[in-house]
C-alpha cells in the first residue's frame, strides 16, 4: 500500500482545511487509518483514527476534527474546522491491517504516506 496526503496548506486561525489520503493497492477498505502530526524537531503524535467505522481523536482536536474515509475512492480525509496556530505541523497519514487496541500508538500501523504542512496563522 502507499499512501499520498494531500491537501496542506497556509490557512488563518478560524479557517478550515481538508486534508486528503489516497491509498494505492488492493484491500484497501480493510485498512484502518490514522491521521498523525509532528512539530519540527519534536515527535509525531496521534490525531485520530478510523477503524470499522468508528473514529478516534486525540482530545486537543475533538469537536473541530472529523475523519471519514470513501473506500471507493481509496481514500479518507481528515476535515479540520476552527483552525489554531498549534494545529501547524506536518501531518501524516498512515494504514494499519491488524485491529490495536490504541490507535495512537506508532507502531501498530504498517505504511505511511508522506506528509503534507499545515501552517496556521494567527
Known amino acids: 500500500v502507499q499512501l499520498q496526503a494531500s491537501g496542506g496548506g497556509l490557512v488563518q486561525a478560524g479557517d478550515s482545511l481538508r486534508l486528503s489520503c489516497a491509498a494505492s493497492?488492493?484491500?484497501?477498505?480493510?485498512?484502518?487509518m490514522g491521521w498523525f502530526r509532528q512539530d519540527p524537531g519534536k515527535g509525531r503524535k496521534f490525531v485520530g483514527a478510523?477503524?470499522?467505522?468508528?473514529?478516534y481523536y486525540t482530545d486537543s482536536v475533538k469537536g473541530r476534527f472529523t475523519i471519514s474515509r470513501d473506500n471507493a475512492k481509496n481514500t479518507v480525509y481528515l476535515q479540520m474546522d476552527s483552525l489554531k496556530p498549534e494545529d501547524t505541523a506536518v501531518y501524516y497519514c498512515?494504514?494499519?491491517?491488524?485491529?490495536?487496541?490504541?490507535?495512537?500508538?506508532?507502531?501498530?500501523?504498517?505504511?505511511w504516506g508522506q506528509g503534507t504542512q499545515v501552517t496556521v496563522s494567527s
Open positions: 498512515a494504514a494499519a491491517w491488524r485491529y490495536s487496541s490504541d490507535w495512537s500508538d506508532m507502531t501498530g500501523y504498517d505504511y
Open positions: 478510523i477503524s470499522s467505522g468508528r473514529t
Open positions: 493497492g488492493r484491500a484497501f477498505s480493510r485498512y484502518s
